[in-house]
Each structure stands twice: as C-alpha cells, then as structure tokens.
C-alpha cells in the first residue's frame, strides 16, 4: 500500500501528501498500475528521445516487474508522482543488496507533458533524502548519453560520471554513463 513521503521542507497538501508543484503529489510504495505506467513511460518517452522500440519497452518493463516482485519497503523505495490520480512521474532505490557502488537509483521518468514542473527534480529529492535518513552512503544510477536536461539534473544534485559503456540493447546504439554520488561528502 502506498504512503505519503516524507520529506524536509516540502509543501502538502490538506491530506498531508507530499506536492511536488502544480497539484502533484509523491507518494510511496506499489500501487496497482504502476508497473505498466512505468514501463509505458520508458517505452513513449525513448522512442520519441531516440528512436527505441519494443525491445527497450520489454526490457525496463521486464526490469521493473523483477524490482516489484522483491520490493522490500524497508529497503527499497519505490516513488510515484501523481496528479489527479494519474502517474506522472516515477523514481525507485534499490537498496536490499548494497554493493560497493552503494544503491541503486532506477526508474526515473517524468511524463514530457510534465517536464519543467519540478516533478523530477521534487522525486530525485525525496529519493536522495530517503537514502541519507536510512545511512545508505552512495548512489549510482545508469543513464544514456545525449539526454542534456537528465545529465544537469544528476549533476546539480551532486552525481559525477565514473564510467561509459556503448550499449546497443535498446534498438539504437547509445553510450550509457555510471553515475555516483557520495552521500556521505560535505554538502551532499
């Protein structure tokens, strides 16, 4: 079941959700629909990006099914933003097996519709802040190349880029960036 989250110097609303800006609230946890959300999402928004079909679609889905499936709420963290019932925007940690990289930030996407509104930079917030409260020390994430508005927003949240790989899994042959970011550096 889904719970509002909490985060420092956040607006709610009358019902205590989190807002995220324009009426949109952050809410915690599965809730029916959100895996094919999610993947639907992925699959509109990088076919429109870059071309990519069906076999990038299945496989953020495919991805997002397995997360689910061992969804630990005590480790794990799953975010949607939502506006008038719909979701707008996802984020997820993945902390039930901590490696050396620390956990790892995945599902992150914001409906285009929805770019400019503060919704991802409002999920990447309370995502991060979930990491510090529960001690997590670093974050990783994987991302493609030649996305200018994702890459600025790891990067003012403090992910620096450690390594690149071609990957061609998606239909089209992209570089993917490693990003981390150390939670326990000053001013992180």
């Known amino acids: 079941?889904?719970?509002?989250?909490?985060?420092?110097?956040?607006?709610?609303?009358?019902?205590?959700?989190?807002?995220?800006?324009?009426?949109?609230?952050?809410?915690?946890?599965?809730?029916?629909?959100?895996?094919?959300?999610?993947?639907?999402?992925?699959?509109?928004?990088?076919?429109?990006?870059?071309?990519?079909?069906?076999?990038?679609?299945?496989?953020?889905?495919?991805?997002?099914?397995?997360?689910?499936?061992?969804?630990?709420?005590?480790?794990d963290l799953m975010l949607g933003a939502y506006s008038e019932g719909r979701m707008?925007?996802?984020?997820?940690?993945?902390?039930?097996?901590?490696?050396?990289?620390?956990?790892?930030?995945?599902?992150?996407?914001?409906?285009?519709?929805?770019?400019?509104?503060?919704?991802?930079?409002a999920l990447l917030h309370a995502a991060l802040a979930w990491c510090r409260e529960r001690g997590y020390g670093k974050v990783f994430l994987w991302t493609v190349d030649g996305l200018p508005a994702s890459r600025r927003l790891y990067e003012k949240a403090g992910f620096r880029i450690v390594a690149r790989e071609p990957d061609d899994r998606y239909t089209v042959l992209r570089d993917n960036l490693k990003m981390e970011l150390d939670l326990s550096a000053a001013g992180h």
């Open 88 to 121: 707008v925007g996802s984020i997820a940690i993945l902390g039930r097996k901590p490696g050396p990289d620390g956990v790892q930030l995945r599902f992150f996407i914001v409906d285009p519709a929805w770019h400019g509104h503060g919704v991802g930079k």
């Open 1 to 75: 079941m889904a719970s509002a989250m909490e985060t420092g110097g956040t607006r709610r609303d009358g019902m205590g959700r989190v807002l995220a800006g324009g009426g949109v609230s952050i809410r915690s946890g599965y809730e029916p629909g959100i895996v094919g959300r999610v993947g639907e999402l992925h699959g509109r928004y990088y076919a429109t990006a870059w071309g990519a079909g069906a076999p990038f679609e299945i496989l953020a889905t495919r991805d997002m099914c397995a997360f689910i499936e061992g969804y630990d709420p005590e480790r």
